[in-house]
C-alpha cells in the first residue's frame, strides 16, 4: 500500500477510536485534488489532511497556501453539497504518520490552520460559512 493511502487508513481508524464519525474520504475538491478525511463529533467538522512520511523530518513541512486555498475550497463544496452541516463548527486539522516508526506514530494538529483569506476571532471561534 503506498504512503498515502496506508496514512489515510491509519488516520481514520485513529479518528473512529477517539469518537469521531468518518463522513468522507478522498472526497474530491472542484478544480483538482482531495479532503484527506472529513469527520464529525459533538458539532465540529473536522477537515483533516494527512501527512505521511517515511522521514520524521520531512513531516512537519507545513501545509501550503496553496493546499489551504484547495482544503478550503473543498470544505466549502462539501458543506455546500450537505446543507444539514452548515451550522457545524469547522476546522481544520492535520495528522502526521512517522511510518519510519513501527508501529507508525501518529500526531493530531487540531485546529492546525485558518483557511486563506479568514483571520481567527478573538473568542478562538473556529466557525467559518
Known amino acids: 500500500m503506498d ?10 481508524r485513529y479518528l473512529r477510536r477517539r469518537g469521531w464519525l468518518p463522513l468522507a474520504r478522498n472526497w474530491p475538491v472542484p478544480g483538482g485534488g482531495e479532503l484527506d478525511i472529513v469527520a464529525l463529533r459533538n458539532g465540529i467538522l473536522a477537515v483533516v489532511e494527512v501527512k505521511t512520511r ?7 513541512e507545513p501545509v501550503s497556501l496553496a493546499q489551504r486555498a484547495r482544503i478550503s475550497r473543498g470544505a466549502t463544496a462539501f458543506v455546500h453539497r450537505n446543507p444539514q452541516l452548515r451550522r457545524l463548527n469547522i476546522r481544520f486539522d ?15 494538529q487540531t485546529d492546525a490552520f485558518d483557511p486563506p483569506g479568514r483571520r481567527r476571532e478573538m473568542s478562538g471561534s473556529t466557525r467559518w460559512s
Open 54 to 60: 517515511r522521514s520524521p523530518e520531512a513531516l512537519y
Open 94 to 108: 492535520v495528522i502526521l504518520v512517522d511510518r519510519s516508526r513501527r508501529p507508525s506514530r501518529i500526531t493530531h
Open 3 to 12: 504512503d498515502g493511502r496506508y496514512g489515510e487508513e491509519v488516520a481514520t
